[in-house]
C-alpha cells in the first residue's frame, strides 16, 4: 500500500464505510419491521414501519454525502500533488540560471572596485 497513490486509497475507505454504513441501516430496517410484525395495533405497526422506511432514507443520505466529500477530498489531494509536481519540474533549471545570475554580480562587484581605484588615482594625479 506504499505504492498506492492516497487519492485511491482515500475512494477505497470511503466505499468501505459506506457499505457499513448500509448495512447497519438494513439490520435497523429488519429490526423495525420485525417490531412492527409483533405489534398488536394497527397505529404502532405504522410507526415502526414508518420508523424503518426512515431509517434507510437517513442512511442512503449519509453515505450519499459521504461518497461525495471522499470523492471531493480525494480529487482535492489528486489536483495539488499534481501541482506539486508541476511546481517541482521547472525549478531545476531555475537552480541553474541562478547560479549564472550568482556568478555575475561576484564579477560585477570586481568591476566598480576597479573602477574607483582608477577615479582615485586620477584624482590624486589631478591634485598633484
Request: proline residues 3%; positive net charge.
Given at each position: 500500500?506504499?505504492?498506492?497513490?492516497?487519492?485511491?486509497?482515500?475512494?477505497?475507505?470511503?466505499?468501505?464505510?459506506n457499505?457499513?454504513?448500509?448495512?447497519?441501516?438494513?439490520?435497523?430496517?429488519?429490526?423495525?419491521?420485525?417490531?412492527?410484525?409483533?405489534?398488536?395495533?394497527?397505529?404502532?405497526?405504522?410507526?415502526?414501519?414508518?420508523?424503518?422506511?426512515?431509517?434507510?432514507?437517513?442512511?442512503?443520505?449519509?453515505?450519499?454525502?459521504?461518497?461525495?466529500?471522499?470523492?471531493?477530498?480525494?480529487d482535492?489531494?489528486?489536483?495539488?500533488?499534481?501541482?506539486?509536481?508541476?511546481?517541482?519540474?521547472?525549478?531545476a533549471?531555475?537552480?541553474?540560471?541562478?547560479?549564472?545570475?550568482?556568478?555575475?554580480?561576484?564579477?560585477?562587484?570586481?568591476?566598480?572596485?576597479?573602477?574607483?581605484?582608477?577615479?582615485?588615482?586620477?584624482?590624486?594625479?589631478?591634485?598633484?
Amino acid at each position: 500500500m506504499a505504492d498506492a497513490d492516497l487519492d485511491a486509497v482515500i475512494r477505497q475507505l470511503a466505499k468501505q464505510q459506506n457499505k457499513a454504513i448500509l448495512s447497519a441501516a438494513k439490520k435497523r430496517r429488519d429490526r423495525f419491521n420485525g417490531m412492527a410484525v409483533k405489534a398488536k395495533d394497527k397505529d404502532a405497526k405504522e410507526r415502526f414501519k414508518m420508523l424503518a422506511r426512515e431509517a434507510v432514507e437517513q442512511a442512503n443520505a449519509a453515505a450519499r454525502r459521504l461518497l461525495i466529500s471522499a470523492d471531493n477530498v480525494a480529487d482535492s489531494y489528486a489536483r495539488a500533488m499534481r501541482q506539486a509536481a508541476a511546481a517541482e519540474l521547472p525549478k531545476a533549471p531555475e537552480k541553474k540560471a541562478e547560479k549564472k545570475d550568482e556568478a555575475a554580480p561576484a564579477k560585477a562587484a570586481k568591476k566598480p572596485v576597479k573602477k574607483a581605484a582608477t577615479k582615485a588615482g586620477a584624482k590624486s594625479k589631478k591634485a598633484g
